[in-house]
């Protein structure tokens, strides 16, 4: 098995021999971050705005056409509460329970105001699994218990700020929002021992679940570590790179910048683009500038909708339906 924490230490040694780093790179890394989070993590729960809407909501305070009032204010409450973590990093004393119920109270802020920063009183189920959590009425009693061994807990920060994370969602002590509560908490330890937040994606959202849930139910931990461990080296790499204003290592190397996918798909980059912001091509990542990446497999879904609109006649919103 690899030594992740060994890789860990070795990767924020480099960083923090490079710091401090300059106001621009903070500023730029800080933007991408705090979208890429949200995005990613309300993602995760079930939110259908794309990375690119999320940014327009957040940052510009758009409405997105065909999105609900409940995904717009998930966005804008995750960012809030993201803010709210980078503030509770720079404070030198441990993470309280009242830390953790004000992230909460954000998360859930004009959505569920009436159990926003408050533990559930009744029982609760994970929707398609069967782990079995605990009584209400022990809520109280084993947050209590997380907090003051938050407090105490000695060895690897990544692997505490993993443990912390399982041990939150395992008491699953809200009656929504434990998920991306659980990932600002474990983001929070990271940040308040010098690493980067680590970034759960979209597309790791089975392999995310079914780790928990194995462990859940008894069995090994393993995978969830390594997911949570790699996630880390990640967001690491992606600092390293920055720094030394090099190519994200972490980036496919078989991911297209729009202008090789248009130049593959024999599509102008204008058209790439509305399709894009329609929803009908996906974007799998970024570069460390912010421009966007596809897929290979994006190649044929292009060549995919002009067929559909050649030979069908369909409309961008049938299209999509199609896909």
């Excluded at 758009?62 to 509460?81: D, M, P, R, V, Y």
């Excluded at 998360?107 to 159990?115: G, H, M, V």
């Excluded at 938050?150 to 399982?166: D, F, I, N, R, T």
């Excluded at 990446?293 to 609109?309: E, F, G, H, P």
């Amino acid at each position: 098995m690899k030594d992740w924490l060994t890789v860990l230490t070795h990767k924020k040694q480099q960083l923090d021999q490079l710091k401090p780093l300059s106001s621009a790179l903070v500023k730029n890394l800080g933007d991408w971050l705090r979208i890429e989070l949200t995005y990613a993590s309300n993602a995760i729960e079930g939110n259908a705005l794309s990375r690119q809407e999320t940014a327009q909501v957040v940052e510009k305070g758009l409405t997105i056409s065909g999105k609900t009032l409940t995904e717009h204010q998930e966005a804008i409450n995750h960012a809030s509460a993201w803010e709210l973590v980078k503030q509770l990093a720079g404070e030198t004393r441990k993470i309280s329970e009242t830390d953790i119920l004000a992230i909460h109270r954000l998360i859930l802020n004009n959505i569920d105001n009436q159990n926003a920063g408050r533990y559930r009183s009744v029982p609760v189920r994970i929707s398609g699994s069967t782990v079995i959590l605990p009584n209400p009425l022990k809520v109280p009693e084993l947050m209590e218990k997380l907090v003051n061994w938050l407090k105490s807990a000695k060895g690897h920060s990544v692997k505490l700020a993993a443990e912390a994370h399982y041990q939150l969602v395992s008491i699953h002590p809200f009656t929504d929002g434990n998920g991306r509560t659980a990932r600002l908490l474990m983001n929070l330890i990271l940040l308040k021992a010098g690493y980067p937040a680590a970034i759960i994606k979209k597309e790791e959202r089975l392999k995310y679940l079914n780790s928990l849930e194995t462990a859940q139910l008894g069995g090994s931990l393993d995978d969830y570590y390594d997911l949570i461990y790699a996630a880390v080296d990640q967001s690491l790499d992606i600092y390293l790179s920055a720094v030394k204003n090099k190519p994200a290592a972490n980036l496919n190397p078989k991911l297209l910048k729009i202008g090789d996918l248009a130049k593959l798909s024999g599509e102008t980059v204008a058209t790439l683009r509305f399709w894009t912001k329609n929803g009908l091509l996906l974007v799998a990542g970024h570069t460390n500038g912010g421009y966007q990446l596809y897929d290979q497999s994006m190649v044929n879904r292009v060549k995919a909708i002009r067929k559909l609109q050649a030979e069908k006649r369909l409309t961008i919103k049938e299209i999509k339906v199609k896909l």
